[in-house]
């Protein structure tokens, strides 16, 4: 691994919820508000869970690009993963939120699951300490499409 650089590091965590900040804003906000005003599945966390959840989540999406960054090992294919799922997480709540269309959040979520599966096992190739910092998105994105699908499936 290359010597590590904090700015690097830094860079790819504030890229990464910049991404998600940037997401929010094009989706208008009232997120509780739509949130609240749809049928949910069991399990559905408040609201004010989101945020925190997300802003935890995108700080370890940077670490662990930043990591895969840093390998002397090859790693074109992870980071390009890592943009293609970053782009399309990016899209959930513009589509969702912001169009308030449970259809295109369900097939985002869907194919968001595939991609972080794909990223997490690239990552494992060049870096195992970055797939494991992956592991709570792959979770929180499975868990994210059953609530997706369920939204979808009540609404």
């Given amino acids: 691994m290359k010597k590590p650089k904090v700015t690097d590091l830094l860079l790819f965590i504030v890229g990464a919820e910049l991404v998600g900040a940037l997401s929010a804003l094009l989706s208008?906000?009232?997120?509780?508000e739509y949130y609240s005003s749809l049928n949910r599945p069991p399990l559905s966390p408040p609201s004010a869970v989101f945020p925190i959840v997300w802003a935890v989540l995108y700080a370890l999406?940077?670490?662990?690009?930043?990591?895969?960054?840093a390998s002397p090992r090859p790693k074109r294919s992870a980071?390009?993963?890592?943009?293609?799922?970053?782009?399309?997480?990016?899209?959930y709540s513009?589509?969702?939120?912001?169009?308030r269309s449970p259809a295109l959040?369900?097939?985002?979520?869907?194919?968001l699951v595939l991609l972080v599966a794909a990223m997490t096992a690239s990552f494992a190739k060049v870096r195992r300490s970055a797939a494991l910092l992956q592991i709570p998105y792959l979770l929180w994105t499975i868990y994210a499409a059953y609530l997706s699908v369920g939204i979808f499936a009540l609404n």
């Fill in 28 to 32: 208008g906000g009232n997120f509780g």
């Fill in 94 to 99: 513009p589509l969702f939120f912001g169009l």
């Fill in 105 to 111: 959040g369900k097939t985002v979520s869907l194919l």
């Fill in 79 to 91: 980071l390009t993963l890592y943009a293609a799922q970053l782009l399309v997480n990016f899209l």
């Fill in 61 to 69: 999406m940077g670490t662990s690009a930043y990591l895969v960054y």
